[in-house]
């Protein structure tokens, strides 16, 4: 995965640490074309930042702080950007760090974006990181007493430390859900940070913290009309469109058109932009998503852009294997279907472009609820393990050693720890960050892989909105 490594020890770092870093950067490089800079390096600190050349990042160096913004952010001017940043380094290194932590997060929740921030102090190597509201750019860490490892990929903390320790209860969500739940994943000590959270090294002292969690149904207002809400969210969508195709103006746009209501949205909306791009829908081999085909062919010919057809063959080992290598942690390897689909598009297109798809939107903008009426918070956990459970959960614990009681407890605990009261708005909050978040994260990381992702389809105003309509 492109992107960026930390590696912090509170020791002074030997040559032979160096020497497994720079390994385990070798594992980040899948292709000819992704290269390793190294940002800083001192006794305690590297930075690493691991992509292609079109990969989206840029480097704020002043003489005082560094400022690195691993991908893009669509409603800001990059001078705004830079200023506000700084603000918040200076509030940060110098001043109270709870103000600096307050002024974090009104700054993550009003920009739009996929994006990782680190802001690091070049007199003492103290650095704070902080991700986008919605978490798009999944990212891990792992901490003991003498190291702070921050990557990407786990592959990159795994071998710099030669860390192979599994999580037996991660591994047991997963064959549960095939998803792992909040901040766990399968490799013991490893950890991916949730959406609105930062990871701080000052004085010193580590800190990981979520700045702010989003509650489900805390603002219903009744009152609202579907046709004055559509209008709104109609025009907010047309923003964020606007604000995305503006920003990657640099990328030319490519949409993953289907039959879904959302990849057309996203198409009407760069139309409707003034926007020249071009889109395509798959065949596989069986023929099974003709009527995708037939709306997609639809669309394209009321509003004409060059649309194309691309023929999927059968999937290979290969594929497997590259799904399975890239995203070791999150990722199913059914995905490989798409990489036809990636070498189709890298052999019309070259790797400069921007990929929209509509992945998600019948999943994240809307609160995923249900009409059943749950007792207690056991009764609640317990339809959640038997309606969505991939394995039998007695099949898990003869696989894992852990007793069903601890696996039951452990989602019990998950539920317990959101914010909402009404269990109704817990399995919304599980469904949509639970799972939705999961699946369509990894998703859009896939795919960046080979070129930046437009992540127009949801953004921070929207997401509220959605989430707060009845």
């Known amino acids: 995965m492109p992107g960026l490594s930390i590696y912090y020890t509170k020791n002074s770092r030997d040559n032979e640490q160096l020497k497994r870093i720079d390994s385990a950067n070798t594992l980040m490089r899948i292709r000819d074309d992704y290269t390793t800079k190294r940002i800083i390096i001192n006794h305690t600190i590297t930075v690493d930042f691991t992509a292609y050349p079109q990969y989206p990042r840029s480097v704020i160096d002043s003489s005082e702080y560094l400022i690195l913004i691993e991908g893009c952010i669509y409603n800001k001017q990059v001078n705004i950007t830079e200023y506000e940043l700084t603000e918040i380094a200076s509030k940060f290194f110098t001043q109270d760090s709870n103000l600096a932590e307050k002024k974090i997060t009104d700054w993550v929740l009003n920009t739009h974006g996929d994006f990782l921030i680190l802001l690091l102090e070049k007199q003492t190597g103290d650095f704070v990181l902080f991700n986008d509201c919605l978490g798009h750019l999944p990212l891990f860490y792992f901490q003991s007493d003498e190291y702070l490892l921050i990557s990407r990929e786990p592959k990159f903390i795994i071998s710099a430390l030669n860390h192979k320790q599994s999580d037996t209860m991660g591994i047991a969500e997963y064959l549960l859900f095939t998803y792992n739940l909040k901040h766990r994943s399968t490799i013991k000590g490893i950890h991916r940070l949730q959406p609105v959270s930062m990871i701080a090294y000052k004085d010193n002292s580590p800190a990981l913290k979520t700045l702010y969690e989003w509650e489900f149904g805390k603002s219903q207002d009744d009152s609202i009309k579907v046709s004055e809400y559509g209008k709104e969210f109609a025009g907010l969508f047309q923003e964020s469109i606007r604000n995305c195709s503006s920003a990657l103006s640099d990328h030319y746009p490519i949409v993953a058109l289907s039959g879904g209501l959302d990849s057309r949205a996203i198409y009407f909306g760069l139309s409707n932009s003034g926007v020249k791009f071009s889109s395509y829908t798959s065949s596989n081999s069986a023929k099974s998503n003709q009527p995708d085909i037939d709306v997609a062919h ?95 959960v007695e099949d898990i614990c003869d696989l894992t050693g852990i007793k069903k009681d601890d696996i039951y407890q452990n989602v019990f605990d998950v539920f317990d720890s959101y914010p909402e009261t009404d269990l109704k708005w817990k399995y919304a909050h599980f469904r949509t960050f639970g799972r939705a978040f999961r699946f369509v994260m990894e998703g859009e990381d896939r795919s960046r892989f080979h070129y930046c992702v437009g992540s127009s389809i949801v953004e921070p105003i929207t997401f509220k909105s959605f989430d707060e309509y009845p």
């Not at 809307?366 to 749950?374: E, L, N, V």
């Open 298 to 392: 639809q669309i394209a010919d009321k509003v004409p852009a060059d649309w194309r057809l691309y023929e999927f063959g059968s999937i290979t080992l290969d594929d497997y294997k590259e799904v399975a290598y890239n995203q070791e942690i999150g990722s199913s390897i059914i995905m490989a279907l798409a990489c036809e689909g990636y070498r189709l598009l890298n052999n019309d297109f070259g790797h400069q472009i921007s990929f929209y798809t509509g992945d998600g939107g019948n999943q994240i903008l809307h609160p995923i609820t249900t009409d059943r009426k749950f007792a207690n918070l056991d009764e609640l956990t317990e339809y959640m393990i038997n309606t969505s459970r991939v394995f039998a």
